[in-house]
């Protein structure tokens, strides 16, 4: 055991844990990264200081200085956290459709949130476009700009895949997650490739995404929809350009959640759905991969942030979970 000298220095390192469940039903190894153990719960904590510590060293951000970012929510938690660590203001526009928790967790952090309606990415009022533009017309602020500011890859090529690497002592076959910026998986992706080309890397991709037929048939075609959070991309965002992919799978919400739910019920891990379809993911590539094969995975955020959402049986209902 340690200690730490401050926040900032928890986020990473995170533990790798064993599922047995998706073991047992893809006949090899399946590993998740346990992200929902970063100070703000997700995934996101890697990208915000990355982009944060980008925008010092460019010299950018000013003392006291404010940052703004468009986000599904979680990569807003990381940012406020950063900001009020090292004294900066935050502004967070996120889509109203996004978990109640999270904007709670936001307000709670003293970030000024702004919410605005869905809208396709084409539309002037998308989150991503109304952040750019508050950041241009607020004096002394930078736009995080997590979908093509590439230093959100960077966390995950010099951390989560080098942390991976060693967790699993070099004997990993396969990597898999969904994505939202592409930041993890493109940076994961590089950075396993770089210590064994043969690491195999997967997309797994939920319906309403356009990336699964972009890496299969080379056009951006969605079909259906989810109600996961923070992954769906309908683009090549600046972060998966180069991503060393190798095979793509296309998963349900209901794949996701019969996932989530068994990790509940048989091993006490409460997560998100964004989890859930890694995990179905990981368990379809092993299977690919051949008996033994060992598989690893990112458990990006805890379920305590969707209480109110996918964890409530009404709301499930209401969208068709079973
Ligand atoms: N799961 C959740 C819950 C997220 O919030 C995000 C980030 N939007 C992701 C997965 C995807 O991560 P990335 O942005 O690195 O693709």
């Not at 970063?38 to 200085?65: M, Q, T, W, Y």
């Not at 307000?107 to 605005?116: Q, S, Y």
Request: aromatic residues 6%.
């Amino acid at each position: 055991m340690q200690t730490y000298p401050d926040t900032l220095s928890l986020i990473g390192h995170t533990p790798l844990v064993r599922l047995k469940g998706p073991s047992e039903a893809s006949g090899g190894e399946i590993y998740g990264k346990c992200e929902f153990a970063n100070p703000g719960a997700s995934v996101k904590d890697r990208a915000a200081l990355f982009i944060v510590e980008d925008a010092e060293a460019r010299g950018v951000l000013e003392p006291g200085g404010t940052i703004v970012e468009g986000t599904a929510g979680n990569t807003g938690i990381g940012i406020a956290l950063v900001a009020n660590a090292k004294g900066y203001k935050t502004i967070i526009v996120m889509p109203d459709t996004q978990s109640k928790e999270k904007m709670d967790t936001l307000r709670a952090l003293g970030a000024e949130l702004v919410l605005v309606p869905a809208a396709p990415f084409s539309s002037p009022c998308h989150f991503v476009h109304t952040s750019r533009r508050i950041a241009e017309e607020t004096p002394g602020a930078v736009w995080a700009n997590q979908f093509d500011n590439i230093a959100n890859r960077r966390a995950h090529i010099v951390g989560t895949a080098e942390e991976i690497w060693e967790q699993m002592e070099g004997r990993i076959d396969g990597f898999t997650c969904a994505v939202g910026t592409g930041g993890t998986l493109a940076g994961v992706g590089m950075g396993l490739k770089a210590h064994d080309e043969r690491v195999s890397i997967a997309l797994s991709d939920p319906h309403g995404a356009a990336l699964y037929d972009y890496y299969a048939h080379g056009e951006l075609k969605s079909e259906g929809s989810s109600v996961a959070e923070g992954i769906g991309q309908g683009r090549i965002t600046a972060n998966l350009e180069g991503a060393p992919i190798d095979t793509q799978f296309r998963i349900s919400d209901q794949e996701g959640w019969d996932w989530v739910k068994r990790l509940l019920d048989e091993e006490g891990l409460c997560l998100g759905l964004s989890s859930g379809i890694n995990v179905a993911g990981a368990v379809r590539l092993a299977r690919e991969l051949g008996p033994g094969s060992r598989v690893a995975t990112i458990l990006c955020d805890t379920g305590f942030r969707y209480l109110s959402s996918l964890h409530d049986p009404e709301w499930r209902e209401s969208k068709g979970l079973r």
